[in-house]
Every structure is written in C-alpha cells, then in structure tokens.
C-alpha cells in the first residue's frame, strides 16, 4: 500500500515561515491531507561544535528550545486554535535543508517554505538558500511562499535606520 502524501513544512518563527504554516494548512485542508511542520534545530555551537565537545545537557537545552520555539511558531500562526487539519509537528536535529528534503522523501509529498529575507552576495556564498538546496535537493515538489509584505516593509526599516546610524555615526 503506497504511503498517503503529506505537505511538509518549514517553520522557525519568522513571518515567512509563518506565511508558509498558513499557505500549507489551507492546501492541507482543500486536498484533505496530513500537514507536517517540521522546526529543524542544531546543538549549541553547531554539530562541529558539538562533536568536538559533546555536552548532553546541552543537546537537551537546544532540542527543548526547539520544541518551545515550533510551539510557540503555532500558536502564533494559528492564534492557539486548531489549525482545522490533521496537523503533526516535530523538532528535528539537522541542518535545515538536509533535514526538510529527508522529511519530504515522498513523490507525492509537498514540500512548503518561506521565502527568506534578502541577502547580501556574501552572505549567499557563504550561506546559501534553503529554498534553493531544498529545490535542487527534494525528491518531491517544492513550493516557496513570498515574503509578506510586513516582511518586505520591516527590512526595509531596517536597512533605512542602519544607514542613518552609520551617516549620523560618522
């Protein structure tokens, strides 16, 4: 018996994974499937870090972390009411792209993601996009969901008030 599709989710409590978590529980309920929303978290100090220094409680400080913060990510998104979905959640331990494309590992799943904050060209090389790892990557289809426009107006607060420090600083 083939496995039911499911729309995996990737939430870290910023707006554009907040919009996502609404975008994925509208197509959960219209196409009457499991809605999974996946908070991926590493140790402290990353898993180099980690490995190098294995500290337990620490492991179980950081997957505690991430249990509150996708807790907190849900009730945000859906104001502490029930999403109107058969909604299951999980902290998983991983690097974030990795992680979301190993969840998503059905054909007939649905991969959803937030669209990130513009970035810089050094931080692209050094960092790159989950979205793309996750288009390049998935086994499964990937939709990305836009910025909110909150989104969009908040960083560009940001990048206005940080040139003003800087040519008021000088």
Do not use: K, N
Not at 41 to 52: C, F, K, N, S, V
Not at 95 to 109: E, Q
Not at 125 to 141: K, Q
């Amino acid at each position: 018996m083939p496995a039911e599709s499911r729309i995996v989710v990737g939430v870290s409590g910023s707006l554009g994974s907040i919009a996502a978590l609404h975008h994925a529980a509208a197509e959960a309920r219209r196409t009457d499937v499991e809605l999974l929303a996946v908070l991926c978290w590493t140790p402290p100090g990353d898993e180099l870090g980690y490995r190098r220094t294995p500290y337990p409680p620490a492991l179980t400080a950081g997957r505690d972390a991430a249990v509150a913060r996708l807790r907190q990510a849900l009730d945000e998104a859906f104001a502490g009411h029930h999403a109107g979905v058969r909604l299951r959640c999980q902290a998983v331990r991983g690097d974030t792209g990795r992680t979301l494309v190993g969840c998503a590992d059905r054909p007939d799943d649905l991969l959803v993601l937030g669209a990130g904050h513009e970035r810089g060209r050094l931080s692209r090389l050094l960092r790159p996009s989950v979205a793309a790892y996750c288009v390049r990557h998935a086994t499964c289809p990937v939709l990305t969901v836009p910025r909110p426009a909150l989104q969009r107006d908040l960083e560009e607060l940001e990048r206005g008030h940080g040139l003003r420090q800087s040519v008021t600083g000088s």
